[in-house]
T-cell receptor, first 110, second 112 residues
Framework: GQQVMQIPQYQHVQEGEDFTTYCNSS?????IQWYKQRPGGHPVFLIQ?????EVKKQKRLTFQFGEAKKNSSLHITATQTTDVGTYFC??????????FGTGTRLTVIP | DAGVIQSPRHEVTEMGQEVTLRCKPI?????LFWYRQTMMRGLELLIY????????DSGMPEDRFSAKMPNASFSTLKIQPSEPRDSAVYFC??????????FGPGTRLTVL
């Protein structure tokens, strides 16, 4: 069945350091979405990537979709304490459904 | 816009009791999803509805779980009888059918 794995599962960084999480799918994806969940909160949509090799930026966050559309990455430059949370990638399953990755929990040490 | 509304926010109950979780999706959204989140299993899809019709309930753990969507603005997830292993955060989410999900704040369920 379809699987979406993320690595690493946990990451601790010093404030100001960079952070990257990787998402790998067992199947080709028509698009990929990224969500952020703050501690005690709910997942919040960040971005959707559709095109092969697509790169999108949101301030210090850079999202990339692989050429084969089977992997994706999220890179945060110069992390801040507000970046703390779990980052999920999600791929489509069926017409309206999403399959969430395992998530990467980011801790930022002040 | 009120966003997705869930109630209750917290529920503590004893094993064997019936639990009903409620969700009001964003007005105009035609898809509604119920997810369960635990440390061990992550974010799991339980069931989703499209235009009030259940489309995929393969994630519903067992017969103790049931979900209904009587109209476009309301859904319930019922667990009867509840068990300690059902303790988790249950999220409801809605979408316009483009796969972009808007999550509610969740219901934290504890079954003693």
């Amino acid at each position: 069945g379809q699987q979406v794995m993320q690595i690493p599962q946990y990451q601790h960084v010093q404030e100001g350091e960079d952070f990257t999480t990787y998402c790998n799918s067992s199947t080709t994806l028509s698009n990929i979405q990224w969500y952020k969940q703050r501690p005690g909160g709910h997942p919040v949509f960040l971005i959707q990537l559709v095109k092969s090799g697509e790169v999108k930026k949101q301030k210090r966050l850079t999202f990339q979709f692989g050429e084969a559309k089977k992997n994706s990455s999220l890179h945060i430059t110069a992390t801040q304490t507000t970046d703390v949370g779990t980052y999920f990638c999600a791929g489509p399953r069926g017409a309206n459904n999403l399959f969430f990755g395992t998530g990467t929990r980011l801790t930022v040490i002040p | 816009d009120a966003g997705v509304i869930q109630s209750p926010r917290h529920e503590v109950t004893e094993m064997g009791q019936e639990v009903t979780l409620r969700c009001k999706p964003i007005s105009g959204h035609n898809s509604l999803f119920w997810y369960r989140q635990t440390m061990m299993r992550g974010l799991e899809l339980l069931i989703y509805f499209n235009n009030n019709v259940p489309i995929d309930d393969s994630g519903m753990p067992e017969d103790r779980f049931s979900a209904k969507m009587p109209n476009a603005s309301f859904s319930t997830l019922k667990i009867q009888p509840s068990e300690p292993r059902d303790s988790a955060v249950y999220f409801c989410a809605s979408s316009l059918g483009q796969g972009l999900l808007f999550f509610g704040p969740g219901t934290r369920l504890t079954v003693l």
